[in-house]
């Protein structure tokens, strides 16, 4: 009798879609406008979805509350309004894809959920761009 | 050769968390602003998913049409406008989280829906949470 | 040269169509289902715009993170998971129809902004029904 | 470690529900209004889904850019501002229900699409309508 | 102590752009893919708005219900389902843009509205392209 | 008989609220996180508004398809993955609120748009923060 429940949080960033192994010419070729050297940004919406049993007392798979504060504490601060390749410690060899982004927030918050709960991510990147990890 | 159709209906309700076996300090200790015994209320969006296979004859899984109606008669009927702690038979003992309404509305849909039809029902409480039974 | 600028900020709230100059069945004839005595409730999002000149320092006609910081302070600590009729002082007799809310609010919020700035509120009671007020 | 990536598109089109075994009669008591003989229209909004692991040298799934264009070249051209029943290939014959123009649109990109990546289309008809193939 | 209240309805419908005074290639050429002699079509959302003092007895400019039940009425049941060319009678002469819409959903409504009330149609083709009579 | 319409376009931008005359404290004090100096960014929604009567040949107050292409020559290939500070010759001293950044989209549009359409700007910062110029 398990629930997924998700909680849905925003930040906003600046990012560049960059690999550091290729040249200027190379980057700009595959990865185009998103590769400008001085950068363009995102309002970033992050899903953060929980599967369980809900409690007998409560009612809740997850206090909604707590996974906001927790999303909060562990997410945002650290994303929210930064340049995710040169202000956090997790793009400075990984190239700041969506699908990259998502798995780094992944394993940021599956340190800190219970193991009996299944974690999933989903951020949008723009309203037509979307992606999710795991993937089912 | 499964498709999944799904139809989003809405209800406003009022409700408050509460657990009957806990003090009014332990409700409030847990629920906060939701444990209010004043209530206060959503607007829900309800998502009624069917999965199998569309008919050769109408291209249909299940008409549309049919299933909101499906939805007004048994759910809406039942819990919009309504306080769901006072005015409905559901929630006398259970606590109305997000996650418990939905499985009520599950028992309530399973027994109207054909058995080689699979039925998952998607709640959001508002635009930030949201909960889905079965998980999968 | 003027800019109007806006914020979007929500509340969860509880409550009932009621004048009680009437009967409860007066009430009922008027309000329907909206005048349930139980009580029935709504997510409202309000969204509070100012007009004005932006400022040659700052660019600002308003700081948007102080004008969130106002809203919250004066708007949704008193609204915010609560019944509108027996939780609040604006709704002890004044019905707290979509209209009355904004109107209440509008004066709320007149006290505390600088009344070189025109202040107007738009509330969504649910996605489909919404009120201005001012109307222009 | 595979990540499912979603790309939005939308195409408008007229269409109408037919079976062409049927009397007039019957398709009106099936269809209702959906079987205007002049036909009627939405606006599709039409998610495409690859599934699949990011590359090591992009961080990509699938560059969002070409799955745009991919989808514009194979499926809006050949849906966008048509009469889905008179101008497209597809629907001579079979009922253009949600359900099947989902599974059409899915037989036209998996074509198109590395085996490698699961594939999957989700077909909104209206807001509050729509349909997803394969269901799982 | 006026205020602006609003209710939203939708309509799916089939049209084509089409000036009759034109020739084909004159029509093709102004309007597009929007002239396809075989139609195509949108999902309308039609946004309206009345203007005017709250009652003091109920607290309300309008009763929204009643203002559903109006629109329903009469726009509704003139064109839900329907070719706006071909099925009503206000296209068969005057080209059914957004532009042209919206004035027709006025006339119609303006007579049904004590005049005391300001009203205003507001007219979204696409989620893109917004249209409202009058303008301001 | 006016009619205002209105297309939505979106870009995707990086930035940094400064003002040149203040020292880093003073900025950091006034613009907060949003004065990060390695940027911050968003998905920006312009909608661009045009006021006039519909012409009797077209019924069209303005072309839509023309009015996107207009602000896609015009604005989104200034703004459109790119740093608004250093990328565009427009905020090398002005700084780029929301506010300033949709007075200059309405000038640069102002050139283009004959003088007998009103013309206004409404810019969606995050989906919270709006700004519309001119004000009414």
């Known amino acids: 009798m398990k629930v997924k429940i998700s909680r849905k949080e925003h930040f906003n960033a600046a990012h560049r879609l960059f690999n550091a192994d290729w040249s200027d010419e190379e980057n700009a070729r595959v990865f185009g406008k998103c590769s400008n050297p001085n950068y363009h940004g995102h309002n970033y919406e992050v899903i953060v979805s929980l599967t369980g049993e809900p409690s007998k007392e409560t009612g809740y ?31 400075k060899e990984l190239n700041p894809t969506a699908e990259n982004i998502a798995i780094v927030i992944w394993r940021i918050l599956r340190q800190k959920i219970d193991s009996n709960l299944e974690l999933k991510i989903t951020l949008y990147e723009t309203e037509r761009n979307v992606v999710e990890y795991p993937a089912s």
């Open 61 to 91: 798979v997850f206090d909604m509350k707590a996974l906001s504060d927790l999303i909060r504490e562990n997410v945002l601060k650290k994303f929210d309004h930064q340049n995710l390749n040169l202000d956090t410690e997790f793009f």
